[in-house]
């Protein structure tokens, strides 16, 4: 059975960074692409960054362009999520997610995930 665990989310003030981690275990990780989803209060749960098999196949939804990085270390089992000036709309319970994906393939829908996180909450006051 597939595990994902994340950690990392906080209090911060607007402008900090935070960086997410998320550990795999009771999978090939090299066979998911791996997506940062985020979901705040009274809304979707949103994909805000996701990394396919290969490392070099990145996406990132238009808000969190140039402040947030998604990374992933194959030998630690392990994606993060590097946020950078964040801001009050940045705040909601942070999910990770594992699919199964080609090598060149993002996928971008909440379906198209199998595995979650229990989430982690990242909240950022002004």
């Known amino acids: 059975q597939v595990h994902l665990e994340e950690s990392g989310g906080g209090l911060v003030q607007a402008g900090d960074s935070l960086r997410l981690s998320c550990a795999i275990s009771g999978g090939t990780f090299y066979n998911y692409a791996m997506g940062w989803f985020r979901q705040g209060p009274g809304k979707e749960r949103e994909l805000v960054g996701a990394?396919?098999?290969?490392?070099?196949?990145?996406w990132y939804e238009d808000s969190v362009k140039g402040r947030f990085t998604i990374s992933r270390d194959d030998a630690k089992n392990t994606v993060y999520l590097q946020m950078t000036t964040l801001r009050p709309d940045d705040t909601a319970v942070y999910y990770c997610?594992?699919?199964?994906?080609?090598?060149?393939?993002?996928?971008?829908?909440?379906?198209?995930?199998?595995?979650w996180g229990q989430g982690t909450q990242v909240t950022v006051s002004s």
């Open positions: 990394v396919g098999r290969r490392v070099d196949v990145t």
């Open positions: 997610a594992a699919g199964r994906a080609g090598p060149w393939n993002i996928p971008r829908s909440v379906y198209e995930y199998t595995f």
